[in-house]
């Protein structure tokens, strides 16, 4: 592998001029650059930016070229100092022209960014759009569908939009504990998820796959392993997920005894399997376990051998998360381990 | 009476005597009980400098972390600790004592007087902000309780509610944390409050407002400042520990409390706290540019304007910090405004150092290096500072490393840079002797490569999604190579900062002999003995000018003249 061409600049850059002059739409990237839109909100962001950097970048040179001009022509050896220079103590002209143009400027970057500032923020919610609600806790994101009686964790699914049939999503943003913030930047900007005070945001996919993002306010301890998926199907994908996600939780005979070792031990308290005696809504939601790809708000890979490190001992995978080491003994462990991976 | 009344002290021998006579029990006595402003002054800046190194060690460590993916050179919490209490330090236990250190010792030599107003108001403040200091770093030790093995606050320097509730931070190091800023809040009041009746009622005869060096001018505005903006913190810290300890509810969301209040009591004092930091470094270079360009500052009036105007402004854009929190379209775009609108005085103050350097015959010592490099690096800060006002671009930079990036060379590129120049350019008045000028031009080298590496860098990953406070990163998001950069610049950083410790030493000992004015400056100080003797002047001095040493090295040719 050539090490220039695995610098995400390059990718960024070559994403970032194509969504610019051809405003297509870039899939989703491993690196979650803002330079590389995907749905609506950061497409119209990047634009902006791109503006606003065009203005303070000619500023920047006007600006430090006069300095660099200044430093090269009026430098002096303290050898060469016979005398001192002709002393000026300022022009009121020339105060009232670096005056003037700086105000100018501000006039235009404000007035451009007042108007993207309300057609984000204030945009009405079509009757198309999907309603989900997130729920920030200390250290996973709780996912509801209201309107689809869906609750799962850690993993969101979005229907892909389309310029001719557009079905946005919009994001309640609640918190169960402290304050979180819901950023995947391909989409869009962040908003924060504030305890006592429910906040809104809105995103328009265009192109399917999977986003990447991650807590974006400092919430505790495993803040840093606090990640966010983002999946966007097309439309048939979606619907298939959907139902699946509506399905109570698989009923297998062969892992009853996993079955009632969940039951049994403190696990239902703080999870709920849908159908189940459990529960418990501390934790995240075990219905469909198995039909996501990672555990731990993405702190490791959603597999067996994972499932049972994690169930052993959360703290080896991700330190200071809030689910204690469950002291069960190996047989148990087995059980309760081959019950979940049934949970697709 | 004579037009110059201020004589040049050669005729009669001011200085200190520099040899030891005294035992070292005397000797710290006499540092302990003074009320000496230049003592004070020097106190005030050596405890900055000892907690730069702590906290520029912390910064180390988190690099290191940082340095690799999945590193595990320091766990989540000491990780989550180390940035509280980097940032806290800097900010609260450097950042203003060094530079409320600079007016306590410049200003009263500035404008000729004798000492601060109140001096014993003084000692009390500084030894307040001491105590604070060291309080805050008793965490350590007493954060986790008797029985607990210690710990230090890690709730961030800004301390969001409700992560601050006991609910979510047990044990005592949040209350180490707010009852060492409530205390150190004090001592800062004591000498905002010092400064500001000095400036206002001690200057010596013909010392109008505006023939006042520019230096205590916005020494004076940002004491002013400061009296409006720690009086929220100091209020907020109070909530929090009533909250904490007595059942209050201020912030406590669970009983129908609000933590967006916990924002806007800690911006109000944040932002304006940014403006309390930097101004000083203008008044260091409205110092530092003229005397090494050889020219008056160029359009003094509108210095002081814009000065003043910078500090009213700021008082308006405090919840640019709160963009992303879910206000309302028309208060994001009041403060997308209020903030676009600081640019207009600071290009005023750019373009007036820009022209004061033009058509001079400019002398690129130490202290002007390091001033040059902050007008590139302020200019910068600046333009970045214009990008994140933008409301919806700061939707995806806000809490990235942008962030960080953008901070920093407000902190480091214009402050701390400025603050280097500042000593550079007065550790011969305090201590009589030059800094070493080869090791000074090392320091000032290494250091601004070490800037440049670290934080240009810093910008890029931010803006590929990296968030803030995250003591590790997934492998696969493509910031690897950035954040290694980023963190070899902080080694230079560090290596440029232990020479400037070394120099700081060995010119004490050795340094080449300064001198009463080595730069051939122009304000008072400079008119007096190198150190200065105790109440500084020989006789009270008498200006008719901004610039009294420029009357009486050039009689011919004096300021009073031309200014109005």
């Known amino acids: 592998m050539h090490p220039i061409c695995s610098l995400p600049i390059r990718s960024c850059v070559v994403s970032c001029l194509s969504s610019a002059l051809l405003w297509m739409p870039v899939g989703p990237e491993a690196t979650p650059s803002t330079l590389a839109p995907a749905s609506t909100p950061a497409f119209e962001i990047h634009a902006l930016s791109l503006f606003v950097l065009s203005i303070t970048g000619c500023i920047f040179l006007t600006v430090a070229g006069l300095l660099t001009y200044v430093i090269i022509k009026y430098r002096t050896k303290q050898a060469d100092r016979l005398s001192e220079p002709a002393q000026i103590y300022g022009s009121t002209q020339i105060e009232l022209a670096w005056t003037v143009i700086p105000v100018l400027i501000v006039i235009v970057l404000f007035l451009t960014t007042a108007r993207l500032i309300f057609a984000i923020q204030d945009a009405p919610e079509p009757e198309s759009a999907l309603d989900v609600t997130v729920i920030g806790h200390q250290f996973w994101w709780e996912v509801r569908y209201p309107k689809l009686g869906i609750i799962t964790a850690n993993e969101l699914h979005v229907p892909r939009s389309s310029e001719q049939a557009p079905v946005p999503t919009y994001l309640a943003l609640l918190s169960a504990d402290v304050d979180h913030s819901f950023w995947i930047p391909q989409l869009a900007g962040k908003t924060d998820l504030i305890p006592n005070h429910p906040n809104a945001t809105w995103i328009n996919p265009l192109a399917p796959g999977l986003y990447l993002g991650q807590c974006a306010q400092f919430c505790g301890a495993q803040h840093a392993l606090m990640l966010l998926r983002v999946y966007v199907d097309d439309p048939d994908q979606f619907s298939t997920w959907v139902k699946n996600q509506q399905q109570p939780a698989v009923e297998d005979p062969r892992v009853t005894e996993g079955r009632q070792v969940f039951e049994t031990q403190p696990c239902m308290s703080c999870h709920a399997i849908q159908g189940t005696a459990a529960t418990g809504r501390f934790g995240p939601d075990l219905t469909h376990l198995m039909s996501r790809e990672t555990i731990g708000s993405g702190a490791a890979d959603n597999n067996v051998q994972n499932l049972k490190g994690w169930i052993r001992d959360p703290a080896s995978l991700k330190r200071g998360c809030l689910m204690p080491a469950m002291q069960l003994n190996d047989q148990q462990l087995d059980q309760v381990t081959e019950y979940l991976a049934t949970l697709r | ?564």
Not at chain 2, 338 to 354: A, H, R
Not at chain 2, 418 to 430: L, S, V
């Open chain 2, 1 to 564: 009476m004579g037009e110059n009344s201020l004589r040049l002290p050669s005729s009669i021998d001011l200085a200190p005597s520099r040899r030891f006579t005294e035992t070292f029990p005397e000797w710290l006595h006499e540092w302990v009980v003074t009320v000496d402003h230049k003592r004070l002054g020097m106190l005030y800046i050596v405890y900055a400098i000892f907690f730069l190194l702590v906290a520029g060690a912390q910064a180390i460590a988190i690099r290191i972390q940082l340095a690799f993916p999945g590193n595990h050179f320091l766990v989540a919490q000491a990780y989550n600790r180390f940035f509280t209490m980097h940032g806290t330090t800097m900010v609260f236990l450097v950042g203003m004592p060094i530079l409320f250190g600079f007016g306590n010792y410049v200003v009263p030599l500035q404008i000729g007087a004798r000492d601060m107003a109140y001096p014993r108001l003084n000692a009390f403040s500084f030894w307040l902000t001491a105590f604070g200091g060291l309080f805050l770093y008793y965490s350590f030790l007493g954060g986790g309780g008797l029985y607990g093995v210690g710990t230090a606050p890690d709730v961030g320097w800004w301390a969001y509610a409700p992560l601050t509730a006991k609910a979510f931070s047990p044990g005592h190091a949040t209350d180490y944390w707010a009852l060492a800023l409530i205390a150190s809040g004090f001592g800062t009041l004591g000498t905002a409050i010092n400064i500001i009746a000095t400036v206002i009622s001690m200057r010596c005869k013909g010392m109008t407002m505006m023939r006042l060096p520019l230096f205590s001018w916005l020494m004076l505005v940002v004491s002013s400042l400061t009296l409006i903006t720690i009086t929220p913190l100091t209020a907020a810290q109070i909530m929090l520990v009533i909250d904490r300890y007595l059942g209050g509810h201020f912030f406590d969301t669970q009983a129908g409390g609000s933590a967006v209040i916990w924002m806007h009591f800690f911006w109000i004092f944040g932002h304006p706290e940014v403006y309390v930091l930097v101004l000083p470094a203008f008044a260091i270079a409205n110092e530092v540019i003229p005397v090494f360009s050889r020219k008056a500052i160029f359009g003094y009036p509108a210095m002081v304007a814009a000065s003043v105007g910078i500090a009213f402004i700021s008082l308006s854009v405090w919840a640019h910090h709160m963009f992303t929190v879910g206000m309302t379209s028309v208060s994001n775009t009041f403060f997308v405004l209020s903030t676009m609108m600081v640019g207009i005085p600071t290009g005023i103050k750019i373009f007036n150092w820009l022209a004061t350097m033009w058509g001079g015959k400019i002398r690129f010592a130490t202290p002007m290096l390091f001033c040059t490099a902050f007008l590139y690096q302020f200019l910068i800060a600046g333009l970045t500072g214009i990008m994140l006002s933008v409301a919806p671009w700061n939707w995806q930079l806000h809490n990235s490393y942008f962030v960080i990036a953008h901070f920093h060379y407000v902190l480091v590129g214009a402050i701390v840079f400025c603050i280097f120049g500042a000593i550079y350019y007065w550790y011969p008045k305090a201590t009589g002797r030059m800094l070493d000028e080869k090791l000074g031009k090392w320091h000032f080298w290494l250091f601004l490569i070490g800037f440049h590496v670290t934080f240009d860098t810093m910008h890029f990953v931010g803006i590929l999604g990296m968030p803030r406070s995250i003591y590790t990163y997934q492998p696969d998001r493509g910031w690897n190579t950035l954040n290694l950069i980023v963190s070899s610049g902080g080694i230079i950083q560090g290596v440029a900062v232990l020479l400037f410790a070394i120099n700081l030493i060995w010119s004490y000992f050795y340094g080449q002999e300064a001198g009463n004015d080595p730069w051939d400056a122009w304000t008072l100080e400079w008119g007096t003995s190198s150190p200065p003797p105790p109440y500084n002047f020989a006789e009270d001095p008498v200006v008719r000018s901004r610039r009294p040493l420029w009357d009486l090295k050039h009689p011919e040719d004096p300021d009073w003249e031309y200014e109005s």
